[in-house]
């Protein structure tokens, strides 16, 4: 809190976070874990327009820019039933909005070296996002930065900023992933510019032609979004 969350707070910048397999996954060995996590981030942010915030900071809905956000419960490789259910309910909500924005812990699809395992199984989700139009879903679990698309939905993973960092699914990989973070802006609800930033050199937008054209394996693989959707102020 000292680090992260009371200076965001003093900077009236609100931070809403989503858990992780490390502090709060809902396995049951980790469930004193997960007790602490809840009570670190029970207070919820001021000036949030909450769509649905009754299991804040595990699941919940909000609405920011005109764009529709929705932080999953995404510790493990499975979305149990009744969080699928209030997926859908969130999605149909959110067909009121400019754009649908998933954020999760464990991504959808794999792009790690040595994660290809880690991801979320349920059969039903991709289509269930297509469906309703999902704009993009940011991950993270594995460590390794990469702007994914597929079917016409954005498939973000992020990098890390602490220990790990690992190469991505693909041939040829010799080096980690860069360690870096996400920006991404809104505009009119639509997102307007969207980059890594490489921290180990001075924050440089991390150049996508440096990517692999796709990452993955079979239906599990998705490619290289090339779009350019803005630039940084």
Not at 122 to 129: A, G, Q, R, T, V
Not at 148 to 169: H, M, T, V
Request: one cysteine or more.
């Amino acid at each position: 809190h000292q680090v992260v969350t009371k200076p965001l707070q003093n900077a009236s910048i609100p931070f809403l976070p989503t858990p992780g397999n490390h502090d709060a996954s809902n396995g049951s060995a980790f469930q004193l874990e997960r007790k602490i996590y809840r009570q670190n981030f029970s207070q919820l942010p001021p000036n949030i327009q909450f769509i649905d915030s009754s299991d804040f900071p595990i699941k919940y809905s909000y609405q920011f820019g005109g764009a529709l956000f929705i932080s999953l419960d995404a510790t493990n490789v499975y979305l149990d039933q009744p969080q699928m259910i209030w997926l859908e309910k969130q999605l149909i909500e959110g067909q009121k909005y400019s754009s649908i924005i998933l954020y999760g812990h464990v991504p959808l699809f794999p792009v790690a070296q040595n994660r290809e395992r880690d991801y979320l199984r349920n059969n039903d989700i991709f289509e269930l996002i297509k469906k309703y139009n999902v704009t993009l879903w940011i991950s993270g679990h594995h460590h390794a930065y990469y702007p994914g698309q597929k079917d016409g939905i954005k498939f973000y993973s992020l990098n890390c900023l602490g220990g790990g960092p690992r190469k991505l699914l693909a041939p040829h990989q010799t080096k980690r992933s860069p360690k870096g973070i996400i920006e991404l802006h809104l505009k009119n609800g639509q997102v307007s510019f969207i980059e890594s930033y490489d921290i180990t050199k001075n924050f440089s937008i991390i150049d996508k032609a440096t990517l692999p054209k796709s990452v993955g394996t079979s239906t599990k693989k998705i490619f290289l979004d090339h779009q350019e959707i803005g630039r940084a102020h």
